[in-house]
């Protein structure tokens, strides 16, 4: 039953198209490269991240989604280039995206402001022969119901901003601007891309040389769907580790929200960073799986520019 229903959510998603189409990501003060282009070359050195989100788990056919990412700067910091390879499954149907982006950095005040441009090209797919579809009987006697395999490969163009000081950061930015006929008939024309804009700022406090405090924010916008806010507060300890708590806007049928979710940070080494992150679920699909787990981890080279500029872990 549970794989019928999570058939039926792919089908509506990929056949209406409206709402929230983009994933969600516990951790977004470290993953900024897969929100905003203008990210691109803000840190100090070339760093490399890996990234899984399980989410909803026991819930059979439930997000899942790995990420490879690159991060250049070049030109001291005036120029930065990037990339993202982004896999995400849910129920039957699988997700490809591969994007490049570009920024360009100017002095603004105490930091630097930056433009960014996105390209990508995303590949859509929805096996109907897979063996976690269940029917009382056999699908292919019903002709209102795909049993073949499909795919769809659609290009799309980005754009960011993004603004940076030793403190303070903020960025706004639409990854797809070109909202694409994503229906497997071509015929047809009932499910479009969504353009989704994020707003994204955090401010780190000193309390002292080896104790900061990080509000952050992340609010997230699609046409059609209620403004999804992720409120953040990490608590930076000794520059090598923190810990940190968010609350999340939304969920299904609960005033209370979407979730409760405990991250945890530390520098495994120098170079290594370790992000792990749980949500616990408050919204009415809480009583049906047992959370969501997010891994991120970033390797840096060895810095070529100045690391006063900015907050290397956040900013």
């Known amino acids: 039953m549970r794989s019928i229903i999570i058939a039926l959510i792919v089908s509506v998603v990929l056949n209406i198209g409206?709402?929230?189409?983009?994933r969600q990501y516990s951790q977004f003060m470290y993953n900024k490269l897969a929100i905003n282009p203008a990210f691109a070359g803000a840190l100090p050195s070339t760093s490399f991240g890996l990234l899984y989100r399980n989410q909803w788990m026991g819930f059979e056919g439930s997000p899942v989604t790995q990420s490879l990412s690159a991060n250049i700067p070049f030109l001291d910091q005036r120029v930065g280039v990037g990339a993202n390879l982004i896999h995400s499954t849910i129920g039957i149907s699988d997700m490809w995206t591969l994007s490049g982006m570009y920024a360009y950095r100017l002095p603004m005040g105490n930091g630097f402001i930056s433009g960014g441009l996105e390209g990508s090209i995303r590949y859509y797919g929805v096996d109907y022969s897979n063996n976690s579809l269940r029917a009382d009987q056999n699908l292919a006697a019903d002709n209102a119901v795909l049993v073949e395999n499909n795919t769809k490969v659609v290009p799309n163009l980005g754009l960011g901003a993004y603004y940076a000081d030793k403190s303070f950061y903020i960025g706004i930015s639409a990854p797809r601007l070109l909202q694409?006929?994503?229906?497997?008939?071509?015929?047809?024309l009932i499910s479009r891309e969504v353009i989704h804009?994020?707003?994204?700022?955090?401010y780190s406090i000193e309390a002292n040389e080896e104790l900061f405090f990080t509000p952050q924010v992340n609010l997230k916008f699609a046409k059609n769907s209620p403004v999804s806010l992720d409120a953040n507060l990490m608590v930076d300890f000794g520059l090598k580790y923190n810990a940190g708590v968010s609350y999340r806007t939304g969920g299904i049928n609960?005033?209370?929200?979407?979730?409760i979710d405990i991250l945890f940070g530390m520098k495994v080494i120098q170079p290594l960073f370790l992000g792990l992150s749980y949500d616990i679920q408050i919204g009415d699909?809480?009583?049906?799986?047992?959370?969501?787990?997010?891994?991120?981890?970033?390797?840096?080279?060895?810095?070529?520019?100045d690391v006063d500029v900015q907050n290397p872990r956040f900013f």
Do not use: H, W
């Not at 409206?18 to 983009?22: F, I, L, M, P, S």
């Not at 694409?180 to 047809?188: G, M, P, R, Y």
């Not at 699909?285 to 520019?305: M, Q, T, V």
């Open 197 to 202: 804009f994020y707003l994204m700022s955090g």
């Open 18 to 22: 409206y709402g929230q189409q983009e």
């Open 285 to 305: 699909l809480g009583r049906y799986n047992k959370g969501s787990i997010e891994c991120f981890l970033r390797y840096s080279l060895p810095g070529e520019y």
């Open 254 to 259: 609960s005033a209370l929200g979407e979730s």
């Open 180 to 188: 694409s006929n994503i229906d497997f008939n071509d015929v047809l």
